[in-house]
């Protein structure tokens, strides 16, 4: 070995002692585990600590691809109506699971008034468009009743739609 790659192997040897050196003086030890990143893969799921990030999961859980994330935040006593037409909560996650596999571009759902109270159940407008790639949109607004439940998750109980063209039934083929 020559001169030369000694001296560099040495300077690249003190640079990397110098600054593992200098990241465990700020407080980061490099060889301790981190806090991992809260998962972002398609069947990940995120509960919803409040009222107001029910409709952003459902949503999210749509447009994202993931399933999952949208039936977590429907309640098992879930109940709709749709022009006046009941539907259960199977009906209702066998349509979000179709959406998923229609691959939607976008899926937009969001309070048209945040909901207020401190209660354990609130109720509001909920204004959502969904937009397939091929260009198909449906949108519409919905009545939605959200409750908290006994482990403090937020979850979607109540849905009530108008009989209109091109509401959510419409989108997910019917109920």
């Keep these: 070995m020559d001169m030369v790659t000694r001296r560099r192997r ?12 200098s990241a465990s003086f700020a407080g980061c030890d490099p060889f301790e585990p981190s806090e991992p990143e809260p998962p972002t893969v398609a069947g ?6 409040s009222a107001s990030e029910v409709p952003v999961l459902l949503g999210r859980g749509l447009s994202e691809g993931n399933a999952l994330q949208a039936v977590a935040v429907v309640d098992p006593a879930f109940g709709g109506l749709s022009g ?25 759902v969001s309070w048209t008034s945040p909901p207020s109270g401190a209660s354990d159940s609130v109720s509001g407008d909920v204004d959502w468009m969904l937009v397939e790639s091929g260009g198909a949109r449906w ?5 939605w009743g959200v409750v908290r439940g006994e482990s403090a998750e937020w979850t979607l109980a109540r849905w009530s739609e108008p009989a209109t063209s091109g ?8 109920f």
């Design 84 to 108: 006046g037409v009941p539907f259960s909560r199977q009906d209702f996650v066998t349509c979000l699971e179709r959406l998923v596999k229609r691959g939607l571009d976008t899926a937009r």
């Design 139 to 143: 949108q519409g607004r919905a009545t």
């Design 10 to 21: 040495r300077a690249l040897g003190a640079a990397l002692l110098a600054a593992l050196g």
């Design 44 to 49: 990940s799921v995120r509960a919803a600590s």
């Design 167 to 174: 509401n959510w039934s419409d989108a997910c083929g019917g």
